[in-house]
């Protein structure tokens, strides 16, 4: 079946450090979903992106999905203590019609003050 | 307005019990799924409904666990024969149309086996 995985598993960045999470996806996806789980609480949308090569941009975070659709990355720029939760990447699959939504593994940032 | 309510927010239960979990999603949303998310992990596919019908079910462990929505509105997820690894968070989430959309989760029901 399809598989997400996210690399890292754990970032620890200091205050004002830039973060990247990646999401590889074994299968091609019609779009994909970042989500932020802060500690405690439950995912919260981001962001989704759909085309090929897609880059947008909220703020300090970047978000850019890969030329295949198999892959894509957050990236944070400068970190701020209200940065520190848990990324996921979530894909529904090849087609617009494929409804299985697959969460990736996760990034957990900690950010230090 | 109100986002996904889920109800009981917290469930304690013994092995071979059964129980029910509720979610009450967006008013006007179409789309339902049922996940679960067991500590340090992402959350895990367990059903997607598109209005009152289970479009995958693909993800349910297996025939102890089933789950309905009868009037295209409120789901229940049911687990019969509880077992300890059926410990984690059950998380509901609802969406305007299907996985082209974002999706909106409660809080979550953390259900505990014992």
């Known amino acids: 079946g399809q598989q997400v995985m996210q690399i890292p598993q754990y970032q620890h960045v200091q205050e004002g450090e830039d973060f990247t999470t990646y999401c590889n996806s074994s299968?091609?996806?019609?779009?994909i979903q970042w989500y932020k789980q802060r500690p405690g609480g439950h995912p919260v949308f981001l962001i989704q992106?759909?085309?090929?090569?897609e880059v947008k941009k909220q703020k300090r975070l970047t978000f850019q999905f890969g030329e295949a659709k198999k892959n894509s990355s957050l990236h944070i720029t400068a970190t701020q203590t209200t940065d520190v939760g848990t990324y996921f990447c979530?894909?529904?699959?090849?087609?617009?019609?494929?409804?299985?939504?697959?969460f990736g593994t996760g990034t957990k940032l900690q950010v230090i003050p | 307005g109100a986002g996904v309510s889920q109800t009981p927010s917290n469930k304690v239960t013994e092995k071979g019990k059964y129980v029910e979990l509720r979610c009450d999603p967006i008013?006007?949303?179409?789309?339902l799924y049922w996940y679960r998310q067991s500590l340090g992990q992402g959350p895990e596919f367990l059903i997607y409904?598109?209005?009152?019908?289970?479009?995958?079910d693909s993800g349910l462990p297996n025939d102890r666990f089933f789950a309905v929505r009868p009037e295209g509105s409120v789901s229940t997820l049911k687990i019969q024969r509880t077992e300890r690894g059926d410990s984690a968070v059950y998380l509901c989430?609802?969406?305007?149309?299907?996985?082209?959309?974002?999706?909106?989760f409660g809080p979550g029901t953390r259900l505990t086996v014992l």
């Open positions: 989430a609802s969406s305007t149309s299907s996985s082209y959309n974002e999706q909106f």
């Open positions: 299968t091609t996806l019609s779009n």
């Open positions: 992106l759909v085309k090929s090569g």
């Open positions: 979530a894909g529904p699959g090849p087609s617009v019609g494929y409804q299985k939504v697959t």
């Open positions: 008013s006007g949303h179409t789309a």
């Open positions: 409904f598109q209005g009152t019908g289970a479009a995958d």
